[in-house]
């Protein structure tokens, strides 16, 4: 659990008993190449995901393939909760039969797939009891408490959907 969590106090609590997942596939394809499809619409896969954080204590990211893809990393920044967690981290191609895994406050995003397209299993694991002692205030949640945001911030970083001065700070670039 310290390579997963870092330095955080009271990562073995959190991830000794990962007693819950969910599961689920994400499609992410270039629209402008399949706009010709039977089955498109707007809901059948999307170029890239907005930065944010998960509900879990650790996510596993596999990448199923599919199509040939170009580009669609997975972008992380900072941990939410602390200062940094708009500040740039690390990129990380995909490819078939890659497996990433990675804390759940991590704040994370998949950069737009150029061509092709790539289909990823992903799946969310949960402590129960760390969450319901959480829930209770008998334990933070982890992320909180949230220490203040650093002012200098990283494009690429920002969330359009999870950030509520996103406009202002995009006014800066």
Not at 142 to 150: M, N, V
Request: glycine fraction near 10%; charged fraction near 30%; charge should be negative.
């Amino acid at each position: 659990s310290r390579a997963l969590y870092g330095d955080v106090d009271d990562a073995s609590m959190i991830t000794s008993a990962l007693d819950h997942h969910h599961s689920f596939i994400v499609r992410y394809r270039n629209d402008n190449q399949h706009k010709n499809d039977a089955d498109d619409n707007n809901d059948d896969g999307s170029r890239g995901l907005d930065m944010h954080h998960d509900a879990s204590e650790a996510t596993l990211n596999i990448c199923l393939g599919r199509d040939n893809f170009t580009s669609g990393g997975l972008r992380f920044c900072g941990r939410f909760g602390d200062a940094d967690h708009r500040r740039a981290g690390a990129l990380v191609s995909h490819a078939k039969g890659r497996a990433i895994l990675h804390l759940g406050r991590h704040r994370h995003g998949a950069d737009n797939i150029e061509s092709g397209e790539r289909m990823n299993l992903i799946m969310w694991a949960r402590n129960s009891v760390y969450r319901n002692a959480a829930g209770f205030g008998h334990v933070p949640l982890d992320g909180t408490p949230q220490a203040k945001e650093a002012d200098v911030v990283d494009k690429l970083c920002l969330s359009k959907t999870n950030d509520r001065d996103y406009e202002e700070k995009m006014k800066l670039y």
